[in-house]
């Protein structure tokens, strides 16, 4: 069975990082958490801190190029 | 207003939850992309032909492809999965507990009409891909055409590599199939 990297943030949520890549030199991340799958989010990582990306037109950019290298 | 957060703890994990997370998040993934590459070939649609009934009947076609094409993927593993099973999931499947004889009959009935309706759902994708694909091809004889045709072939084509899937999980269940002759004699 594939390596899965899960992480424990501040809201003691745990999340699996479905999917990763680096957009106009930042790395963005698409996180599920374990026990709600309904509960998903695309953040930006800067170290140790993770960004909710909210803006729709990059939202939807990240979409695409994250499902391309997921496939 | 901006949502942050920090990261506690990073774990490596190979456990069954954790994959179907992952499988659950790829599945939404794809789905998302899907809707917005159909959006996007909408548009580009729209500068071709600027007719909009067209220009639905097509999107839900390739939106519609797209999908079975996700949902194939993700039976298609999930099947891949039942049919290299684990001691551990043996001795915790409820179905050993029936007779082999019983299991292959439902198993039968059932796999046989799955097949059926597989084979028909691909044969009508096939014909409404080719459709779509000959009206691409009509539409590149029309003049001042957008250069958002390009884009839109490129999308067509990977609708084409999603239905390349669902003939992945149309050849599970022949195998599934294959496999429960097998057994019966």
């Known amino acids: 069975m594939e390596e899965n990297i899960v992480l424990t943030l501040n809201d003691k949520k745990r999340y699996v990082i479905v999917a990763r890549t680096v957009y106009d030199s930042k790395e963005y991340l698409y996180l599920v958490d374990i026990n709600n799958n309904k509960n998903f989010m695309f953040c930006e990582l800067e170290g140790a801190k993770l960004t909710k990306v909210q803006d729709t037109e990059l939202l939807s950019k990240l979409v695409i190029e994250l499902s391309q290298k997921n496939n | ?185």
């Open chain 2, 1 to 185: 207003m901006e949502e942050t957060f920090t990261i506690e703890k990073v774990e490596r994990k190979t456990d069954k939850k954790v994959q179907r997370t992952r499988d659950m998040g790829t599945v939404i993934l794809q789905l998302s992309a899907a809707t917005i590459s159909a959006a996007s070939a909408c548009g580009c649609l729209k500068n071709m032909f600027d007719n909009e009934s067209l220009l639905l009947q097509i999107s839900v076609g390739i939106c519609g492809i797209n999908m079975v094409g996700i949902f194939a993927q993700y039976f298609t593993n999930f099947m891949e999965e039942l049919k290299h099973p684990t001691k551990k999931d043996i001795e915790e499947n409820a179905l050993t507990k029936f007779t082999i004889e019983k299991v292959e009959k439902v198993a039968d009935k059932e796999v046989k009409k799955t097949k059926t309706k597989a084979e028909r759902l691909l044969s009508s994708l096939t014909g409404l891909v080719l459709g779509t694909m000959a009206l691409v091809c009509a539409g590149v004889g029309i003049p001042n055409y957008s250069a958002n045709l390009f884009e839109l072939i490129s999308r067509l084509f990977g609708s084409l590599g999603m239905l390349a899937r669902a003939n992945r999980l149309a050849d599970c269940w022949n195998y599934s199939t294959e496999e429960e002759k097998q057994r019966v004699k």
